[in-house]
């Protein structure tokens, strides 16, 4: 079982950056997909941006694309989300997960908390 913890929340100001960590124990892998989702208050969970661990291929959610870059270290077992140009509507908790691929994920991470002030 993969267990993943996340790190780096925060409350920052409009325009500012912050960088996500979610930093992966137990069971080891070596293919699959991690993922960056985040759930506001009293909306859905979405789906932010995902990493494939072999190829390192990514997607993201257009309301992310060309701030957001997801990345990870294949030695650590370690997925990182580097935000930037944050934005007040990018308040909410952030969660990793990983899986057996880009839309199937069977680990969470216990969430960050992200607050932009405007």
């Known amino acids: 079982q993969v267990q993943l913890v996340e790190s780096g929340g925060g409350l920052v100001q409009a325009g500012g950056s912050l960088r996500l960590s979610c930093a992966a124990s137990?069971?080891?892998?070596?293919?699959?997909?991690m993922g960056w989702f985040r759930q506001a208050p009293g909306k859905e969970r979405q789906l932010v941006a995902t990493?494939?661990?072999?190829?390192?291929?990514?997607f993201y959610d257009d309301s992310v694309k060309g701030r957001f870059t997801i990345s990870r270290d294949y030695a650590k077992y370690t997925v990182y989300l580097q935000m930037n140009n944050l934005k007040p509507e990018d308040t909410a908790v952030y969660y990793c997960?990983?899986?057996?691929?880009?839309?199937?994920?069977?680990?969470w991470g216990q969430g960050t908390q992200v607050t932009v002030s405007s």
């Open positions: 137990g069971r080891t892998f070596s293919s699959g997909a």
């Open positions: 990493i494939t661990w072999n190829s390192g291929r990514t």
């Open positions: 997960a990983q899986g057996a691929n880009v839309r199937q994920y069977d680990a």
